[in-house]
């Protein structure tokens, strides 16, 4: 209800308050004096319960409809999360064979296996470079590819290593082959002295 009394002829008809019955007091229940003294200071200490009230007639009473949240209410008995028995067959059988093969659209692709071969191209590289400096200087580039290959296949876990080590000790031949080749050809020239 607002503060302001409605002005006489504006149309608002004045409203009834209503009715209050009177509530009849409830005399206070007397606390109940304790036969013995208190055994500590701190249960001396300890205030007296409140007086307690009866409830009144507007106040219904609390009824068997009336349940703890959480509390079994009838119904469903098992909870939901109750463990389920294992089968030996995780899908359906399918006798006739009509269903398709499941497609794996969201499944991550096998990574690519990490190369091998580096020690096998370092071999080939090397026995081609002996090869070509038994008979001319110019395979020195070639063992200097071998050479490469050699050390980057010991260097990955996966190569052969016995393989990469053969390449290697090939390569360093032909590379002092190719060197004493070379030597011979600058001399014939006349290039060293």
Known sequence: MSDREPEPGTGEAARPEPAVEPVEPVEPVEPVEPSSPPASPAAAIRPEP???????EDV????????????????????????????????????????????????????APPARGIAGWALAFAIVALIASLFVGWGFPVAVAAIV????????????????????AIAAVSMLYSAGWLLFAATSAGLIG
């Open 149 to 168: 290959a050699a050390i980057i296949a010991l260097r990955r876990p996966l190569e052969s290593r016995a393989v990469a080590i053969w390449a290697l």
């Open 50 to 56: 409140a007086s307690t009230m009866q409830p009144t």
């Open 60 to 111: 219904a009473p609390v009824g068997a409809e009336s349940t703890l949240p959480g509390a079994h209410r009838g119904g469903f008995q098992r909870l939901p999360t109750a463990p389920v028995a294992i089968t030996a067959e995780s899908a359906p059988h399918d006798p006739d064979g009509d269903q398709p093969e499941p497609v794996l659209m969201w499944a991550m692709p096998q990574p």
